[in-house]
């Protein structure tokens, strides 16, 4: 019975999603200008945009935001390619220390096209078992249970986060060091081998043990019943151990690293699921200056290699760079279903000081990698694939598919500066004072996500084939990649990600800072045509996308509480479709619901709200740049219902999360019903708003960007505490579609 009642669920969802699409997707595909990103398909005219036919081969949808308002850096993501097609995605972001303190737990299981919190306190936004942390975090997934893996860290010790719903709750295993209480973690990360040929679930929590601040020891924690809480102490890198005198790198110790004043950064563990089951982490080393705090060249990159379920560890040397600096910031690395590892990380091409003094932050920064076929014991010479001037790029992260086939991902600059330079001069040199004769200006640089492709590296040669995948700029100026150290910009943190799905397509969040108040959003983007890491494998998933004719549709039945708790389909909750049009100065909304909004409505499906919110969120070129909404408003703590537009530059009471902050107010009609109505939504109706672009402090021309249907359910005022950008309420999403955008005829800075 529940088999067909799965069924017939699906029928109606996918039906309701054919009424209100297109029946013809084809036609032209276009991309917004000069990236691989997705405008529109099966379109008859552009719907007022420019744009350009498909020359590319990899093409990514516009980016979505894993939260329409949490903040969130440094995101990793993980895929369940072994769940039979199912992909579905995790990603996390860490909100930081203290107050609060915890990260964000996002998944998606729609291919990446929309993001949920999971079950989370409404006010907060944190999943309800989580323990404290917010330092760092990662995720992994488990290839045999599909069980999901959320490690967040407090400062002293951690918490790994497990899930066997999907990530929907979690119970945590406090101590996921498996060392003794207080002990001084930096940057944890996880991997799961769940295929081992001895029946072992091994889960992986590495890490760089600060206790002895002097002499650091790269860490491993290790579970053998599949990350079980209390088991976290199965290997024999403990409490006992980790300060045991260092033995040279080819001797085998308990932890990957001992005692080691010379390591830097060590970044993810990495197992080899198809071939060895050997363990892998990629670290640093630099002359240890001030030990456990400053450092200097000569600079080596380094692996630990375990062959035996992390009960030993040996390690060797992937390259000698001298001078160059490659702490910008983690060394990443991935193995293919050969055995061949890859190992990429971000150099410095100056010296290692200038004329003032300094730290090897020098000169601009190129993105490498090296391969190994011998299972780590020797390397090819490192390849340097942004070799050409005039372009920084920094955070690279690599996935590999079958032997010699990867994908990877990073950050480019428009300019040959040194993320780390906070100013220049007139003529665009690094200056290191802002007040001096040299008239310090900030940096210019403008960044963007590039993604890059081979199906040959395993050979000496950078081949490797890059596009941009970001509609608009992530990041305007400084990145400082010193860490903890930062004295500047470090609001995109420290790393970007991807992982790629049962197709072999790749899956890639990141950071962006592209707004009014600097707050750190994390966007996603997936690959839906072009060349999988997997022999034989096609990525077609272009014409089964939502976006057609400049709009987006979305399915029947997916609306959430604002606990994160599944409603199906409550009443005027339910988003079905979002378009956006311009007339001149004039935007106007059209936002399809399965009922008329109101603020009964939001509180009969919103678990304690006053009222909701219906619209739309988007990027554009502004003065300054933002996230924007247009949307109508129905809570009677603010007074009548009225359509309003504005910024997502508000700030909770919490501290947690952007709110809407009005600028000024819209004009709506009333929601005019669908005929004929999609199956599942009898009542569906489509309600317009219009508002000034200018008003909002949009640029003339400008594009809008990501462009998201929400609804959301609102919980007290949205006016702000005078004098401040702090709201008296919060907001939580019910329901979002897929984002969509619409190229503009300015430039985008």
Same mark, same amino acid.
């Given at each position: 019975?529940?088999?067909?009642?799965?069924?017939?669920?699906?029928?109606?969802?996918?039906?309701?999603?054919?009424?209100?699409?297109?029946?013809?997707?084809?036609?032209?595909?276009?991309?917004?200008?000069?990236?691989?990103?997705?405008?529109?398909?099966?379109?008859?005219?552009?719907?007022?945009? /420019?744009?350009?036919?498909?020359?590319?081969?990899?093409?990514?949808?516009?980016?979505?935001?894993?939260?329409? @308002?949490?903040?969130? *850096?440094?995101?990793?993501?993980?895929?369940?390619?072994?769940?039979?097609?199912?992909?579905?995605? =995790?990603?996390?972001?860490?909100?930081?220390?203290?107050?609060?303190?915890?990260?964000?737990?996002?998944?998606?299981?729609?291919?990446?096209?929309?993001?949920?919190?999971?079950? @989370?306190?409404? $006010?907060?936004?944190?999943?309800?078992?989580?323990?404290?942390?917010?330092?760092?975090? !990662?995720?992994?997934?488990?290839?045999?249970? !599909?069980?999901?893996?959320?490690?967040?860290?407090?400062?002293?010790?951690?918490?790994?986060?497990?899930?066997?719903?999907?990530?929907?709750?979690?119970?945590?295993?406090?101590?996921?060091?498996?060392?003794?209480?207080?002990?001084?973690?930096?940057?944890?990360?996880?991997?799961?081998?769940?295929?081992?040929?001895? *029946?072992?679930?091994?889960? =992986?929590?590495?890490?760089?043990?600060?206790?002895?601040?002097?002499?650091?020891?790269?860490?491993?924690?290790?579970?053998?019943?599949?990350?079980?809480?209390?088991?976290?102490?199965?290997?024999?890198?403990?409490?006992?151990?980790?300060?045991?005198?260092?033995?040279?790198?080819?001797?085998?110790?308990?932890?990957?690293?001992?005692?080691?004043?010379?390591?830097?950064?060590?970044?993810?563990?990495?197992?080899?699921?198809?071939?060895? !089951?050997?363990? =892998?982490?990629?670290?640093?080393?630099?002359?240890?200056?001030?030990?456990?705090?400053?450092?200097?060249?000569?600079?080596?990159?380094? $692996?630990?290699?375990?062959?035996?379920?992390?009960?030993?560890?040996?390690?060797?040397?992937?390259?000698?760079?001298?001078?160059?600096?490659?702490?910008?910031?983690?060394?990443?690395?991935?193995?293919?279903?050969?055995?061949?590892?890859?190992?990429?990380?971000?150099?410095?091409?100056?010296?290692?000081?200038?004329?003032?003094? *300094?730290?090897?932050?020098?000169?601009?920064?190129?993105?490498?990698?090296?391969?190994?076929?011998?299972?780590?014991? /020797?390397?090819?010479?490192?390849?340097?694939?942004?070799?050409?001037?005039?372009?920084?790029?920094?955070?690279?992260?690599?996935? #590999?598919?079958?032997?010699?086939?990867?994908?990877?991902?990073?950050?480019?600059?428009?300019?040959?500066?040194?993320?780390?330079?906070?100013?220049?001069?007139?003529?665009?040199?690094?200056?290191?004072?802002?007040?001096?004769?040299?008239?310090?200006?900030?940096? /210019?640089?403008?960044?963007?996500?590039?993604?890059?492709?081979?199906?040959?590296?395993?050979?000496?040669?950078?081949?490797?084939?890059?596009?941009?995948?970001?509609? !608009?700029?992530?990041?305007?100026?400084?990145?400082?990649?010193?860490?903890? #150290?930062?004295?500047?910009?470090?609001?995109?943190?420290?790393?970007?990600?991807?992982?790629?799905?049962?197709?072999?397509?790749?899956?890639?969040?990141?950071?962006?800072?592209?707004?009014?108040?600097?707050?750190?959003?994390?966007?996603?983007?997936?690959?839906?045509?072009?060349?999988?890491?997997?022999?034989?494998?096609?990525?077609?998933?272009?014409?089964?996308?939502?976006? @057609?004719? @400049?709009?987006?549709?979305?399915?029947?039945?997916?609306?959430?509480?604002?606990?994160?708790?599944?409603?199906?389909?409550?009443?005027?909750?339910?988003?079905?479709? #979002?378009?956006?049009?311009?007339?001149?100065?004039?935007?106007?909304?059209?936002?399809?619901?399965?009922?008329?909004?109101?603020?009964?409505?939001? $509180?009969?499906?919103?678990?304690?709200?006053?009222?909701?919110?219906?619209?739309?969120?988007?990027?554009?070129?502004?003065?300054?740049?933002?996230?924007?909404? $247009?949307?109508?408003?129905?809570?009677?703590?603010?007074?009548?219902?009225?359509?309003?537009?504005?910024?997502?530059?508000?700030?909770?009471?919490?501290?947690?999360?952007?709110?809407?902050?009005?600028?000024?107010?819209?004009?709506? /009609?009333?929601?005019?019903?669908?005929?004929?109505?999609?199956?599942?939504?009898?009542? #569906?109706?489509?309600?317009?708003?219009?508002?000034?672009?200018?008003?909002?402090?949009?640029?003339?021309?400008?594009?809008? =960007?990501?462009?998201?249907?929400?609804?959301?359910?609102?919980?007290?005022?949205?006016?702000?505490?005078?004098?401040?950008?702090?709201?008296? *309420?919060?907001?939580?999403?019910?329901?979002?579609?897929?984002?969509?955008?619409?190229?503009?005829?300015?430039?985008?800075?």
């Amino acid at each position: 019975m529940r088999k067909i009642t799965l069924l017939l669920a699906a029928v109606v969802v996918a039906a309701a999603t054919a009424t209100l699409a297109r029946a013809d997707a084809s036609g032209p595909l276009e991309l917004v200008d000069g990236t691989a990103v997705l405008l529109d398909q099966g379109g008859g005219g552009n719907g007022g945009n /420019t744009s350009s036919t498909s020359n590319y081969t990899n093409i990514f949808t516009p980016s979505a935001y894993l939260d329409y @308002h949490r903040f969130g *850096g440094e995101p990793s993501v993980v895929v369940d390619r072994f769940a039979g097609g199912n992909d579905a995605a =995790y990603s996390c972001g860490p909100l930081g220390v203290g107050y609060p303190g915890f990260s964000y737990f996002f998944r998606s299981n729609d291919l990446g096209a929309t993001w949920r919190l999971p079950t @989370h306190d409404p $006010i907060f936004g944190r999943a309800v078992v989580e323990e404290q942390g917010g330092g760092d975090c !990662h995720v992994a997934v488990g290839q045999t249970t !599909h069980r999901v893996f959320f490690v967040d860290l407090s400062g002293p010790d951690e918490t790994i986060n497990v899930s066997d719903d999907g990530g929907q709750t979690f119970v945590s295993a406090p101590l996921g060091s498996g060392l003794s209480p207080g002990t001084i973690d930096d940057r944890p990360w996880l991997a799961v081998d769940e295929l081992r040929p001895d *029946g072992t679930k091994k889960v =992986y929590d590495s890490f760089i043990d600060y206790t002895d601040i002097a002499n650091p020891t790269l860490a491993v924690a290790i579970s053998n019943e599949d990350g079980t809480p209390g088991t976290y102490g199965d290997g024999p890198c403990n409490a006992a151990t980790v300060n045991v005198p260092p033995a040279s790198d080819a001797t085998p110790t308990a932890c990957p690293d001992p005692f080691d004043k010379m390591l830097q950064v060590a970044g993810p563990t990495v197992v080899d699921l198809y071939r060895t !089951h050997n363990v =892998y982490i990629p670290f640093i080393r630099g002359t240890s200056i001030i030990p456990g705090l400053t450092a200097g060249p000569p600079w080596s990159l380094w $692996i630990a290699r375990s062959s035996d379920g992390g009960n030993t560890w040996t390690r060797s040397q992937v390259a000698v760079l001298g001078d160059h600096n490659p702490s910008n910031i983690f060394p990443e690395m991935t193995v293919d279903k050969g055995g061949n590892l890859y190992f990429t990380w971000s150099q410095s091409q100056g010296p290692i000081e200038d004329t003032s003094g *300094g730290s090897g932050f020098f000169g601009e920064q190129d993105v490498y990698y090296a391969f190994s076929t011998t299972l780590g014991a /020797t390397w090819s010479k490192p390849i340097d694939l942004t070799n050409e001037s005039g372009d920084s790029a920094v955070f690279p992260w690599m996935v #590999a598919g079958d032997p010699g086939q990867v994908d990877l991902v990073y950050y480019r600059a428009n300019t040959g500066l040194n993320s780390n330079v906070a100013f220049v001069d007139a003529n665009g040199n690094p200056c290191s004072d802002p007040n001096s004769e040299c008239g310090g200006r900030p940096n /210019t640089s403008v960044w963007n996500v590039y993604f890059s492709q081979s199906q040959n590296a395993l050979n000496t040669g950078p081949n490797f084939k890059s596009v941009q995948i970001t509609d !608009h700029p992530n990041h305007l100026g400084q990145i400082c990649t010193l860490g903890l #150290a930062c004295s500047g910009d470090r609001s995109l943190a420290d790393f970007i990600s991807v992982d790629v799905d049962h197709l072999g397509a790749a899956n890639v969040v990141w950071t962006d800072t592209n707004n009014s108040t600097g707050d750190g959003r994390i966007k996603f983007a997936r690959q839906i045509a072009g060349n999988s890491v997997f022999t034989g494998q096609n990525i077609s998933l272009q014409s089964t996308w939502p976006i @057609h004719d @400049h709009s987006v549709t979305d399915p029947v039945g997916d609306v959430t509480d604002a606990a994160g708790l599944p409603e199906g389909s409550c009443a005027g909750m339910d988003v079905l479709k #979002a378009a956006t049009s311009r007339s001149g100065d004039l935007l106007t909304l059209a936002l399809t619901l399965n009922a008329p909004p109101s603020s009964t409505a939001a $509180i009969a499906c919103g678990a304690g709200a006053t009222g909701g919110l219906w619209g739309a969120e988007f990027w554009a070129s502004g003065t300054p740049n933002d996230n924007f909404y $247009i949307a109508y408003k129905d809570n009677p703590p603010d007074g009548a219902a009225s359509a309003e537009a504005g910024r997502l530059s508000g700030l909770s009471p919490t501290l947690t999360s952007n709110e809407f902050k009005m600028v000024e107010l819209a004009t709506a /009609t009333p929601c005019i019903a669908v005929t004929p109505a999609p199956l599942g939504a009898p009542t #569906a109706c489509t309600i317009s708003i219009t508002a000034s672009l200018t008003g909002l402090g949009i640029k003339p021309g400008a594009g809008l =960007y990501s462009v998201t249907g929400l609804s959301t359910y609102l919980f007290g005022s949205g006016m702000a505490i005078p004098d401040t950008r702090v709201a008296l *309420g919060v907001s939580n999403q019910a329901d979002s579609t897929a984002a969509l955008d619409q190229n503009g005829t300015g430039t985008t800075p």
